[in-house]
C-alpha cells in the first residue's frame, strides 16, 4: 500500500493505536487481565483486590466499597462487619427522584468479645455531606443488642436519602467512626 501525504494522518493515527494494545518483550502483561498492567504502575498497585478485608480503627478507620468487608479492632473486642446495598425501589423508572428510600443489609460475625449494636451507631453522608440516621426496617427482626462470640447476625437499616454518592459509617461508640462503606444511590 502506497501512504500518500492525503493518508500520512491516518497512518500515523493507527500506527499509534497498534502501539497502544500491544505489550512489548519487556512489559507486564497479566493472563488474568485483559491486556495486561502497564509498565509504569508500581508493583504494590498491582496486588489489590477490591474484596480484601480491611482492618478498621478508631485511629485509622477503614474506607471501603459496599458489599466488602470490614475486621474492626478495638481494645476490648473485633469483629468483621460487612455492608450491602442500598437497594431502593423502582429501579429502572422513566422519573428519578431527587432522594429515595434506601436499605442496607449489614452483617456483623467473628467476634472476639461483646460488640455492641445500635442503629443509631450507623450514619450515612451523601455528596453533599448532609447526615441521614438510618432506622432498624419495621417488620425486619430486630438484631440482639449486643454481639456474643460465636454468633453471626444480619440486619437492615434504612433512610430516605438523596440519590448519588454516599457513605455508610460506623462509630460503635456512637462518636468515633471506624469504618465507612462507599456506595452510590441509583433508582435509574
Known amino acids: 500500500m502506497i501512504v500518500t501525504a492525503r493518508h500520512l494522518p491516518l497512518a500515523v493515527v493507527l500506527l499509534a493505536l497498534v502501539g497502544c494494545g500491544s505489550t512489548a518483550a519487556g512489559g507486564s502483561a497479566s493472563a488474568t ?42 481494645p476490648q473486642w473485633s469483629v468483621l462487619v460487612t455492608v450491602t446495598g442500598p437497594e431502593v425501589p423502582g429501579e429502572g423508572l422513566p422519573y428519578q427522584a431527587p432522594a429515595t428510600t434506601c436499605t442496607w443489609i449489614v452483617t456483623m460475625a467473628d467476634a472476639t468479645g461483646p ?68 456506595f452510590v444511590v441509583e433508582n435509574d
Do not use: C
Request: overall charge neutral.
Open 33 to 74: 487481565h485483559f491486556g495486561g498492567y502497564p509498565t509504569y504502575l508500581p508493583s504494590s498497585t498491582l496486588n489489590h483486590h477490591s474484596d480484601t478485608v480491611l482492618t478498621g480503627t478508631v485511629q485509622r478507620p477503614a474506607l471501603t466499597s459496599q458489599g466488602d468487608g470490614v475486621k474492626v479492632k478495638t
Open 115 to 182: 460488640v455492641p449494636v445500635s442503629a443509631a451507631d450507623f450514619t450515612s453522608t451523601d455528596g453533599e455531606n448532609n447526615v441521614y440516621r438510618p432506622a432498624f426496617v419495621v417488620g425486619q427482626p430486630k438484631p440482639p443488642p449486643v454481639l456474643r462470640p460465636g454468633q453471626k447476625i444480619s440486619f437492615e437499616l434504612r433512610a430516605v436519602e438523596a440519590t448519588g454518592e454516599g457513605l455508610m459509617r460506623w462509630a460503635p461508640d456512637g462518636r468515633n467512626i471506624v469504618a465507612k462503606w462507599d
